[in-house]
């Protein structure tokens, strides 16, 4: 591509810049070659010229496009440089808070000083097995690579973390080491991962300190193996440390502190054991307040130091040895309190009474006066003689310093020595990892010999780094077999030859050092003059003569010479170590005790100069020599390696959270080899894709017809179209390589196509919507001109009507005009024509008015006197009636008051009430209505009373004028008169009848007044009743509201219910893990013993067979107590000498138990002698006896006989349905059935009489059977018999009858009496029993009744629908009283039945025995006697649902059934639980003979065996799910025939039969429930380990719309599936749940078991797809949320397809939905965070932040998540209480609960198939 096409108009780029390193700009036009100048735009709109250089044409670098922003791997960038590295992190650091990032093979770790919630256990979980490009970046990811090819190649792995003071090293190492700690398990020592991961603590306390730059700040480095065995077990560990910083003890910085172990000892001065030390505040003492910075914010020192202390002890650092680390540690700060006095200027001295040194050698156990003396003297030797020379102040004080700085050096390097004695381990190693914690490249203002020595060890690492990063390059190009040139990279071995080589700097420092006069400027010149022209890495400055300058692969830095040679040195005073060696002290003197024998793997080791010779100094090592030495052995340790590099970046030099100086962190990235990691990359093919990842991406480039069936070549060919230069891109054998910028390029035009199909949509979308415009706007125009038109239509149509009535108008006023004019004259000759006949009229008017008048008076007169009769009959007649009335209301009101106090009257007046109420309501409405037309009839005669008024009054006018016209006719006056007064005597009339109207109606309206007022009063009453129902209402609502809290009291306590069983079931699962591996660690155990013991020994078979005797009579002897203890258990805690005494004992006590047996046999056999002689002298009387028996035998099958021959006679006479007609009445048949009805109704009364006498007969000859018996005993019959041997009664008897039968009959009929006595008085207590009730049930009545009278007064003021609400909730509670009682009595009846047929069971088989024995004796008697043939027909065998074994066979039992069996077999062939009944139907047979031994033996044996089953076969699904079934039937089996009450009403009649009889073994049932929990949990594991490959590739990778939602590009780590050639689809993983949800069904799993491993398997699923997708930042898109709520879709479609979902499993996928609504909904303003907040209610705050800060857009039309609104939801989220975790608990398993589930199977049906080989069992 040519600079002109990607430096077009609107290209982005990037400016360089002072303050910020770089600054994004966009170009404002086209660039074209030759320009000088490129005209951009700033973000913040200023515009800004960029000058080209001509000659180098150097274009600012590109931008990559946005949505390759924020990657988690900087190789995957299209273009890669400074700025775009720098921009990435800066994205992922501050805008997605992630602080690693992958660059190729180096993760970059960003200190965020603040504590993340990323490192817990779950976090190592969801790591642990996964492939590294396959999560987001972690430093768990790199250690778990390194743990991976440790364990695939067998190959050790080293973990290089690097980076400057406070970027964060210690803290990833330590994290590194926890993560092998927690992955690996121990082998064969215990605590091995603790222990390492305790020596960090003392390693801190020790070797890190507080500097200006961080709080704990590692002046060391340090490099730990971890070893491993076979198994990949930690086994032990080695430090190496290098280069501690000893100078730190005795010199501090401004606000710096020492190492942390001063500071501890310090804050714990207070402590008993630390009073000898005499220490105080760190402020005391000059070694550790010199930083004036004494405490660091939020760390406890005291506490820290009790860390410390712990961490030793785990070591096995005894608390002696603690002791004296800390009195040697307490020394050195007294030590360096001593202050030295100036005497002169060679001279000096220390006062004699120096407290802190008389301290110093109290504690080093040395003498004062000697230390003294050689603090400020030294030995001088030459060759003749020896003297000893003062020294000066400045001297001495150094001396004490070197000192001080020696003790502690020695001191760290015997606590490194004691850690590694602590982690080594006797077992071979393996392979190991080793974790180099090693400090970064550093440059100060002053640089001295130790940056030197730290430089010099990144140069050597960063070589190494650079050599493994070009060799992976290789290799990889080699794989795909692609052509490639040799990548010219930056190569440091001139600077390391400067440093190292022969004539270098450190052979000049040490040669430097072996002269005698040698010092820091002359070794200064002989650089200058030796390097300063031959290499060009060295160089001098300008200003300066005792400095030098090394050109280092990261920076140039600037040395000052001074003090090079005395740290070179590191000299001490000799004198003053011979002081200490003369110590009493153990420790001190071990650390003096061989300085040449020291291992070399500990840091440096100091020279001591003083009295040794020449030759001794000169092979004393240098401390630079040994720094080479080592470093080289690290190299070499490296190199045989796999390294795994962590590039720590610090930030920030203000320690802010979050917040990145880009000109710190560019500094870093230049020095830690990140920017030449990237420009080797960029060199090559940075860019690398498989085919089928190229394909799925850029798919929607291709047409239809390029797309071939081999996508190698389609990728070629579309390759081959889009970019012409060849030399961009290569093919390899599965991957395609790309040159740096050309995925930019694709991606340019892959949403440069989207582009053009978006617009191609939107033009489209646009036609459509602006053609539906127009046609609504061209449907609305042609109705507006059809409305139009309209009108106009209708306006002409008006005009024309308008004109036709003008023209009717005009014809009709013409025509009215000449009409009126016609009329006028009409009228003239009419009016005179009416005149003239008016006045005829008016004359035969006047005679007939006068004729009318005297007609009206007569009837008016008339009418009068009959209404006037008529109103004095109707009053009498009323008056009459009302005092019969009155008669009969009082007649019928004695006759209610009489009715009122009877029951039955309140019951009709409660029936009625309701419908009396309704009656009086309806009355009330009527008598308003009549009211109303009361009051309207009256208005009426008002009316008409004043018509007739006005009308009377008009008369009396006419009257007045005809008076007058009398006055003119003389002739008509008294006539008139007479009118007139009987016009008054009439209107008198009226005005009587208006007064009696009036009265009438004033006393209507006082009756109607006090119906209303009686009205009111019955309202008030009803109000009041409303007012008491509500405040019961509000009763009543108050106790639903107790209800309620008592409801929610409930649940809470089911919720902390199913949380303890959770608990009990995770304990009781782990309590079954550790005894399978004691029990595993015992056999091992054993079989080591007897491999090692040889000579004539036990066995193992016999001890096995004598400890499982042994555990069977313990077992017989704890009974209940201890049911469940098994052959292993007893085993594991028995030896050999106290196993044979208890074997001794146990035989003793078989054989006591064996003598009470025989004793209990004589007894019994002397019992059964005497039983004999008894009834050899009753042997009459039973003969008698059994013959009456036989009599009474006869008599009854006749008895019987005769009433089945009746039943057939009636049965045929009332038989309608024969083919023959019944016999009609009065017909022969008929009357001789009545004479054979009637013979043998008398035929029975006799035999009844008979069988009485019978009867009598037999219950005295029973008394004198059992008399003397022990069953007599408890038979109270109350019989005198008197004995035989009476004289007298014996001569009565045979006076009376010879053989004494008359006598016999007498006694038998008094004994009847008495019979019929006990049961009349049984009678009269029953009837007094009922009596009793009776009154009960009366008083309940009365109750009842005097409530329902309280009800019904209530109801009356209450509405109607009030009104029988009230009376439903009464009806209610009275039924629901009813069913308590009823329950009551019903389990009363019950308990009194059960216990009633087991005491009739047992009397039944007792009274059976004696029968039969007696029978048996009897038959011998009675052979010869005459006996009535009897027919004896034979019974269908009936099976008791038991079956027989021996007692030996349990065993083969359990081979057969157990051991042996095969699931698959068995599911389809035979019923589901048959193993189940089958060892029940065993222990029904253990229970029926009452052998206990036998019960304990058969179930103990069952457990041991399906546990030792579910061991051997556990990663068998099928198996363990068929235990499950047959543990859980087993389980139901011994509930449901336990006898329990509850259970026995779900059985049917002939199961309740087989219920245990004789042992109760509910403790049993606890003991399978807890085996059904072990094989749940194993059953769950078992599913988890089949589905776990299967939920990320079919929940989260596999994607059903390729191309255009395609994947992003993705860098040097490329995802890995488990599945690469074949898609994991949801279709699969349903299709696995769905054979297990078959597999269950088979075996016959209880539903509601399934159902819990169905929600528990769904849970499962929706944790482990959440968990990866918040560690995936990869999958946090729209797109993935679209395609996971469809394949939750598939989930419930498949939980309603199989009817489940109710069991909960929909609820468990709740945040996994939620979280992918959260991917999709809308982020941008206030409202969508407030909607966001109450939608995801089962998202944890962190989980929703975790989301929305990784959503990474897929597309560029997609927008990343803002800041302001990811604050915004924290804020609206920070008041809700919940757990901090990130993670969902995939190792959670919900408790399980077994419901009870009767089995519907009869035992007596059960078959035993042949094949199970169970031969030797017996069906009863």
């Given at each position: 591509m040519a600079a002109s096409e990607l430096y077009s108009k609107h290209a982005r780029v990037w400016l360089p810049d002072a303050a910020e390193v770089w600054k994004s700009a966009e170009l404002i036009k086209d660039y074209t070659p030759g320009d000088l100048t490129l005209t951009l735009q700033l973000d913040d709109g200023t515009e800004v010229e960029y000058k080209i250089d001509p000659k180098t044409n150097n274009l600012p670098p590109l931008r990559n496009p946005n949505i390759l922003v924020g990657e988690n791997d900087l190789t995957a960038l299209s273009y890669l440089h400074e700025p775009a590295v720098l921009h990435n992190l800066k994205v992922r650091f501050m805008d997605s808070k992630l602080i690693y990032t992958y660059c190729g093979i180096v993760l970059v770790a960003i200190n965020p000083y603040e504590s993340l919630p990323i490192y817990e256990a779950d976090i190592i979980n969801a790591y642990s097995g996964q492939n590294m490009g396959d999560m987001d970046p972690h430093i768990f990811a790199v250690a778990e690579e390194a743990y991976k090819q440790m364990a695939r190649d067998t190959r050790n792995q080293s973990i290089i973390v690097s980076g400057e003071s406070g970027a964060g090293k210690t803290v990833s190492a330590k994290y590194a080491m926890r993560y092998f700690a927690t992955v690996s398990c121990s082998s064969g020592e215990a605590n091995v991962e603790e222990r390492v991961l305790a020596s960090s603590p003392i390693m801190e306390a020790l070797g890190n300190a507080k500097t200006t730059r961080n709080d704990n700040s590692s002046r060391f480095g340090k490099y730990i193996e971890i070893g491993f065995d076979k198994k990949h077990c930690i086994i032990g560990a080695n430090v190496r440390t290098y280069l501690l910083e000893k100078s730190r003890v005795v010199f501090q910085a401004h606000g710096e502190r020492n190492y942390h172990i001063f500071y501890q000892l310090c804050a714990s001065s207070h402590l008993p054991e630390f009073k000898a030390f005499k220490l105080g505040c760190a402020d005391d003492f000059h070694c550790t307040n010199q930083g004036q910075s004494p405490i660091i914010d939020g760390v406890d020192d005291a506490k820290e130091l009790c860390n410390t202390r712990k961490a030793f002890s785990l070591l096995g650092i005894g608390e002696t040895d603690q002791m004296a680390i800390y009195q040697i540690l307490a020394a050195i700060l007294h030590l360096s309190n001593v202050e030295v006095k100036d005497q002169s200027a060679d001279r000096c001295s220390i006062l004699p009474d120096n407290v802190h040194l008389s301290v110093f050698c109290e504690l080093m156990g040395v003498p004062c006066e000697e230390m003294a003396h050689w603090l400020c003297h030294r030995k001088l030797k030459t060759t003749t003689e020896t003297y000893v020379k003062s020294v000066s102040k400045i001297s001495a004080v150094n001396g004490r310093d070197a000192l001080a700085k020696h003790i502690y050096a020695r001191l760290f390097s015997r606590i490194v020595d004691s850690i590694n004695v602590a982690l080594k381990s006797?077992?071979?190693?393996?392979?190991?990892?080793?974790?180099?914690?090693?400090?970064?490249?550093?440059?100060?203002?002053?640089?001295?010999?130790?940056?030197?020595?730290?430089?010099?060890?990144?140069?050597?690492?960063?070589?190494?780094?650079?050599?493994?990063?070009?060799?992976?390059?290789?290799?990889?190009?080699?794989?795909?077999?692609?052509?490639?040139?040799?990548?010219?990279?930056?190569?440091?071995?001139?600077?390391?030859?400067?440093?190292?080589?022969?004539?270098?700097?450190?052979?000049?420092?040490?040669?430097?050092?072996?002269?005698?006069?040698?010092?820091?400027?002359?070794w200064a010149q002989k650089m200058y003059n030796t390097l300063l022209k031959q290499n060009a890495h060295f160089d001098k400055p300008r200003m300066s003569n005792r400095a030098f300058i090394i050109h280092h692969f990261a920076d140039k830095v600037e040395y000052q010479c001074e003090g090079f040679l005395e740290k070179n040195k590191d000299t001490v005073n000799e004198e003053q170590i011979n002081v200490l060696k003369n110590s009493k002290f153990d420790l001190l003197l071990k650390l003096f005790e061989d300085d040449e024998k020291a291992p070399s793997s500990t840091n440096k080791r100091t020279s001591v100069i003083g009295r040794a010779s020449q030759a001794q100094r000169d092979t004393k090592k240098t401390v630079g020599l040994q720094f080479r030495q080592s470093l080289h052995l690290l190299m070499d340790t490296l190199n045989a390696t796999t390294p795994h590099y962590v590039r720590c970046i610090k930030p920030n030099d203000d320690k802010a959270s979050f917040t990145l100086d880009p000109l710190r962190a560019v500094q870093q990235l230049r020095a830690c080899g990140i920017l030449e990691t990237i420009r080797i990359s960029a060199a090559g093919f940075p860019s690398r894709w498989t085919y089928q990842e190229f394909f799925s991406r850029y798919r929607v480039l291709m047409k239809q017809k390029d797309v071939l069936p081999d996508r190698k070549q389609t990728c070629k060919n579309l390759l081959g179209k889009l970019i012409e230069d060849q030399d961009k891109y290569q093919f390899g054998k599965n991957k395609i390589f790309f040159r740096a910028g050309q995925v930019a390029y694709m991606e340019k035009l892959r949403s440069d196509k989207l582009r053009m199909a978006c617009v191609r949509i939107q033009k489209t979308i646009r036609c459509w919507l602006a053609r539906k415009k127009y046609l609504r706007m061209r449907k609305s125009a042609i109705t507006i001109q059809r409305h139009v038109r309209g009108h106009q239509a209708r306006s002409y149509v008006k005009f024309l009507r308008w004109t036709r009535a003008a023209v009717v108008i005009q014809r009709n006023v013409r025509m009215w005009a000449t009409r009126r004019h016609y009329q006028q004259q009409r009228s003239a000759a009419i009016t005179i024509q009416c005149f003239l006949r008016a006045y005829v009229a008016k004359q035969q008017y006047h005679k007939l008015m006068f004729e009318q008048k005297a007609v009206v008076i007569q009837k008016w007169m008339r009418g009068c006197l009959a209404r006037r009769h008529y109103r004095r009959t109707v009053a009498a007649i009323i008056l009459l009636q009302s005092c019969v009335r009155r008669m009969r209301a009082k007649k019928d009101f004695k006759k209610l008051k009489v009715e009122a106090r009877s029951v039955e009257h309140f019951k009709k007046l409660n029936f009625g009430m309701e419908n009396k109420i309704m009656q009086l309501q309806h009355k009330i409405n009527e008598q308003h209505k009549e009211n109303r037309e009361l009051s309207e009839r009256l208005n009426a005669v008002e009316k008409t009373f004043s018509v007739e008024r006005e009308k009377q009054s008009r008369e009396i006018q006419n009257l007045r004028r005809s008076e007058q016209e009398g006055?003119?006719?003389?002739?008509t006056v008294p006539l008139l008169l007479q009118q007139l007064t009987f016009l008054q005597h009439e209107l008198e009339n009226t005005r009587r009848e208006k007064d009696d109207l009036e009265e009438q109606t004033k006393v209507f309206k006082e009756q109607t007044q006090q119906v209303v007022e009686e009205l009111n009063m019955k309202n008030s009453l009803l109000n009041s009743e409303k007012d008491e129902l509500n405040k019961v209402?509000?009763?009543?609502?108050?106790?639903?509201?107790?209800?309620?809290?008592?409801?929610?009291?409930?649940?809470?306590?089911?919720?902390?219910?199913?949380?303890?069983?959770?608990?009990?079931?995770?304990?009781?699962?782990?309590?079954?893990?550790?005894?399978?591996?004691?029990?595993?660690?015992?056999?091992?155990?054993?079989?080591?013993?007897?491999?090692?013991?040889?000579?004539?020994?036990?066995?193992?078979?016999?001890?096995?067979?004598?400890?499982?005797?042994?555990?069977?009579?313990?077992?017989?002897?704890?009974?209940?107590?201890?049911?469940?203890?098994t052959e292993d258990e007893t085993q594991a805690t028995v030896d050999l000498p106290v196993l044979l005494k208890l074997q001794r004992r146990v035989k003793e006590l078989e054989q006591d138990k064996q003598s009470l047996w025989q004793q209990l046999d004589n007894k019994e056999e002397a019992q059964q002698e005497k039983a004999k002689e008894a009834e050899e002298q009753k042997s009459v009387g039973r003969a008698e006896l059994d013959l009456e028996k036989l009599k009474r035998q006869e008599l009854q099958s006749e008895n019987k006989k005769l009433k089945q021959d009746l039943d057939e006679l009636r049965k045929s006479l009332t038989n309608e349905d024969s083919e023959m007609t019944p016999p009609a009445p009065g017909s022969m048949p008929y009357n001789t059935l009545l004479d054979q009805l009637s013979s043998s109704n008398e035929e029975l009364e006799m035999r009844k009489e008979e069988v009485?006498?019978?009867?009598?007969?037999?219950?005295?000859?029973?008394?004198?059977?059992?008399?003397?018996?022990?069953?007599?005993?408890?038979?109270?019959?109350?019989?005198?018999?008197?004995?035989?041997?009476?004289?007298?009664?014996?001569?009565?008897?045979?006076?009376?009858?010879?053989?004494?039968?008359?006598?016999?009959?007498?006694?038998?009929?008094?004994?009847?009496?008495?019979?019929?006595?006990?049961?009349?008085?049984?009678?009269?207590?029953?009837?007094?029993?009922?009596?009793?009730?009776?009154?009960?049930?009366?008083?309940?009545?009365?109750?009842?009744?005097?409530?329902?009278?309280?009800?019904?007064?209530?109801?009356?003021?209450?509405?109607?629908?009030?009104?029988?609400?009230?009376?439903?909730?009464?009806?209610?509670?009275?039924?629901?009283?009813?069913?308590?009682?009823?329950?009551?009595?019903?389990?009363?009846?019950?308990?009194?039945?059960?216990?009633?047929?087991?005491?009739?069971?047992?009397?039944?088989?007792?009274?059976?025995?004696?029968?039969?024995?007696?029978?048996?004796?009897?038959?011998?008697?009675?052979?010869?006697?005459?006996?009535?043939?009897?027919?004896?027909?034979?019974?269908?065998?009936?099976?008791?649902?038991?079956?027989?074994?021996?007692?030996?066979?349990?065993?083969?039992?359990?081979?057969?059934?157990?051991?042996?069996?095969?699931?698959?077999?068995?599911?389809?062939?035979?019923?589901?639980?048959?193993?189940?009944?089958?060892?029940?139907?065993?222990?029904?047979?253990?229970?029926?003979?009452?052998?206990?031994?036998?019960?304990?033996?058969?179930?103990?044996?069952?457990?041991?065996?399906?546990?030792?089953?579910?061991?051997?076969?556990?990663?068998?699904?099928?198996?363990?799910?068929?235990?499950?079934?047959?543990?859980?039937?087993?389980?139901?089996?011994?509930?449901?025939?336990?006898?329990?009450?509850?259970?026995?009403?779900?059985n049917t009649p002939k199961q309740n039969e087989h219920c245990l009889t004789n042992f109760e073994l509910s403790e049993y049932q606890q003991v399978l429930g807890d085996l059904s929990i072990q094989i749940y949990r194993q059953l769950i594991k078992c599913m988890e380990d089949i589905l776990q490959p299967l939920i990320v590739a079919s929940m989260l990778e596999h994607e059903s719309i390729q191309g255009v939602l395609g994947s992003k590009p993705t860098g040097l780590r490329k995802r890995s599936t488990s599945f690469p050639e074949e898609g994991v689809t949801v279709e699969v993983l349903l299709q696995r749940i769905s054979q297990f949800h078959t597999t269950m069904s088979q075996h016959g799993i209880d539903q509601d078991l399934i159902k819990q491993v169905v929600k528990q398997q769904f849970y499962n699923i929706c944790a482990v797809t959440l968990n990866h997708l918040l560690l995936r930042k990869d999958m946090c898109s729209w797109s993935k949320g679209l395609q996971i709520r469809y394949n939750v879709w598939q989930l419930e479609e498949w939980l309603m397809e199989k009817d489940?979902?109710?069991?909960?499993?929909?609820?468990?996928?709740?945040?996994?939905?939620?979280?992918?609504?959260?991917?999709?909904?809308?982020?941008?303003?206030?409202?969508?965070?407030?909607?966001?907040?109450?939608?995801?209610?089962?998202?944890?705050?962190?989980?929703?932040?975790?989301?929305?800060?990784?959503?990474?857009?897929?597309?560029?039309?997609?927008?990343?998540?803002?800041?302001t609104f990811i604050t915004t939801i924290k804020e609206l989220l920070k008041d809700r209480v919940e757990s901090s975790t990130l993670m969902m608990d995939a190792k959670k398993i919900f408790s399980v609960t077994f419901v009870f589930t009767p089995s519907s199977v009869a035992l007596e049906t059960i078959q035993i198939p042949a094949s199970l080989n169970l031969g030797f069992l017996t069906r009863i």
């Open positions: 006797a077992a071979k190693q393996h392979s190991f990892i080793g974790v180099l914690d090693i400090y970064g490249f550093e440059t100060f203002d002053v640089n001295s010999f130790e940056q030197f020595c730290i430089n010099y060890a990144n140069e050597k690492l960063q070589q190494q780094f650079n050599q493994h990063v070009f060799k992976l390059e290789q290799e990889e190009y080699m794989k795909e077999e692609i052509p490639w040139t040799l990548i010219d990279f930056y190569d440091n071995q001139p600077c390391i030859n400067l440093i190292e080589a022969k004539l270098g700097v450190l052979d000049l420092l040490d040669e430097e050092c072996k002269m005698p006069k040698g010092s820091d400027d002359t006055r003119a006719k003389a002739e209402i509000l009763e009543q609502a108050q106790q639903l509201t107790e209800i309620k809290t008592n409801d929610s009291n409930t649940k809470q306590m089911e919720r902390s219910l199913a949380e303890e069983r959770s608990r009990y079931q995770s304990l009781l699962s782990e309590h079954l893990h550790l005894e399978e591996r004691h029990r595993d660690l015992k056999e091992e155990i054993n079989q080591n013993t007897s491999s090692s013991k040889s000579g004539h020994k036990r066995t193992d078979s016999s001890y096995s067979s004598n400890s499982s005797e042994f555990s069977q009579s313990l077992a017989s002897l704890e009974g209940d107590d201890s049911p469940i203890q009485l006498l019978l009867r009598s007969h037999m219950v005295r000859q029973e008394a004198l059977k059992h008399k003397d018996s022990a069953l007599g005993e408890g038979v109270k019959l109350d019989l005198d018999i008197p004995s035989f041997q009476e004289v007298d009664r014996s001569t009565d008897i045979h006076t009376l009858n010879e053989d004494g039968e008359l006598w016999l009959a007498y006694e038998g009929l008094k004994e009847t009496n008495r019979v019929l006595e006990c049961q009349m008085q049984e009678q009269e207590r029953v009837q007094s029993e009922k009596c009793r009730k009776l009154l009960e049930e009366v008083n309940k009545l009365k109750g009842e009744k005097e409530q329902q009278q309280k009800m019904l007064a209530q109801s009356l003021l209450l509405s109607e629908d009030a009104r029988i609400e009230a009376s439903l909730k009464h009806e209610i509670t009275r039924l629901t009283n009813e069913n308590l009682e009823r329950m009551e009595q019903q389990e009363r009846q019950d308990k009194s039945i059960r216990k009633l047929k087991k005491q009739l069971k047992f009397y039944i088989k007792m009274v059976e025995d004696f029968e039969a024995s007696a029978q048996q004796k009897s038959n011998t008697s009675v052979t010869n006697a005459p006996l009535r043939a009897v027919n004896i027909t034979r019974k269908e065998k009936e099976y008791k649902g038991m079956l027989e074994y021996r007692q030996g066979d349990v065993s083969r039992l359990l081979k057969s059934v157990v051991t042996e069996l095969k699931p698959r077999g068995v599911a389809v062939s035979f019923i589901p639980g048959l193993p189940a009944y089958i060892i029940f139907m065993c222990l029904r047979y253990a229970d029926n003979v009452n052998d206990d031994q036998r019960v304990s033996a058969l179930l103990n044996s069952t457990i041991t065996t399906v546990k030792g089953v579910i061991k051997r076969r556990g990663n068998d699904f099928e198996v363990v799910s068929f235990w499950l079934a047959n543990t859980c039937r087993l389980m139901h089996c011994l509930k449901q025939y336990s006898g329990d009450e509850i259970v026995m009403k779900q489940m979902i109710d069991c909960g499993a929909k609820e468990t996928l709740e945040p996994l939905i939620q979280a992918a609504q959260l991917l999709q909904i809308k982020k941008k303003t206030e409202a969508d965070a407030q909607a966001i907040c109450n939608m995801c209610t089962a998202l944890t705050t962190a989980q929703i932040v975790k989301v929305l800060t990784l959503y990474t857009p897929v597309i560029e039309f997609e927008e990343r998540v803002p800041t």
